[in-house]
């Protein structure tokens, strides 16, 4: 596992913040890290600004939200 930067921590920690907003109460222990491991796995491969990471997250998102309305 790479060693992640203490910015890009903080970069990812307020992209899951900012994304997890637009779920219900926040999300769910599951959602938010449906999308924690997104964030991760991007931050890893060198994508660390905000840009990157959120369209990481928003991508996860509807992801999520595309799952929750099949059933």
Excluded: W
């Excluded at 992640?4 to 599951?30: F, I, W, Y």
């Amino acid at each position: 596992m790479k060693k992640l930067s203490e910015r890009t921590k903080a970069n990812m920690d307020v992209v899951l913040e900012e994304t997890c907003r637009q779920l219900p109460h926040g999300g769910d222990h599951d959602s938010r890290r449906f999308i924690a491991e997104r964030l991760i796995k991007a931050a890893e491969a060198g994508h660390s600004t905000l840009g990157e990471l959120g369209i990481v997250a928003r991508r996860a998102l509807a992801e999520l939200t595309g799952k929750s309305g099949q059933g």
